[in-house]
């Protein structure tokens, strides 16, 4: 009997800290970036690139980061159609959620 009260009670704990969070996770964009950027560094210092590969790398991947996060700013506008050798980049499908702060990380 006494057993199966603890089942009860432990039950209840468990079930009871299992909340979904309701209101989304605010990601400060500087800081990601800086993180990400430290840490292509890390890689490009530990796999000895060149400086002009180095530098290649980080114009290609700083250029997605802010192709990414500037959807999250209706202001901001493209730079690729300023850079030769760039089409146009592609527009979020309307009617879709995107979390644009993953996506440049990802990028």
């Known amino acids: 009997m006494i057993c199966k009260k603890i089942y009860l009670y432990i039950g209840i704990l468990f079930f009871s800290g299992c909340v979904q969070q309701k209101e989304p996770l605010e990601i400060e964009v500087d800081r990601l970036q800086h993180t990400?950027?430290?840490?292509?560094?890390?890689v490009i210092v530990y796999d000895i690139f060149t400086p002009p590969v180095a530098s290649r790398i980080y114009a290609?991947?700083?250029?997605?980061?802010?192709?990414?996060?500037?959807?999250?700013?209706s202001s901001s506008s493209s730079i690729t159609k300023n850079?030769?050798?760039?089409?146009?980049?592609p527009k979020p499908l309307s009617g879709h959620q995107y979390n644009y702060s993953l996506a440049a990380v990802r990028a």
Request: hydrophobic share 40%; proline share 0%.
């Open 36 to 42: 990400c950027v430290h840490r292509l560094t890390d």
């Open 60 to 73: 290609y991947c700083n250029l997605a980061y802010f192709e990414a996060v500037r959807w999250n700013d």
């Open 83 to 89: 850079l030769k050798g760039f089409s146009e980049m």
